[in-house]
């Protein structure tokens, strides 16, 4: 009881700040590649030819770490995404509560790079898996939003 009366009170006096979270325009979210759902853009067939032979980019520990494997999001199969919001999401479960800024940056630098894939490969997915994944994004995002209140608060 004792508990759900303090985090009552944490939600009650993070409202204030319930504002400020939503200023962040849609293009800008969209622009970060925070922001996903819209219908996915056709690049010319000579762009997608020139993706498949790009060479595989560095490896990026966070994203490794994150992910809990060594995949290449550029050309990740779409049936393989929500598995990778599952890890991400359970990784950032486990560890947000001792993650600083730096890491929080660059968990949502390894969202970016998983919506973008997601937005190239969305329509290949059951509307079941695409609900979940945007449930995971949301997740990730009240998490995020929770760890910044309450450093306010401290």
Known sequence: MKAAKAAFALLLA???FAGLAQTT????????GELTGSRPHAGTPAQSRAAQRA????????????????????QTRAEDLPNLYERFIATTRDERRTWNYTQWDAAGQVLARLNQRYEQVRTELPIEERLRIR??????????GARQVKDKLE
């Open 135 to 144: 449930s995971l994004q949301g997740e990730f995002h009240t998490l995020r």
């Open 25 to 32: 325009s849609q293009a800008e979210l969209l622009r970060r």
């Open 14 to 16: 993070g409202l204030p």
């Open 55 to 74: 060479p595989r980019p560095a490896a990026d520990p966070a994203q490794e770490h994150l992910l809990q494997t060594d995949v290449n999001l550029a």
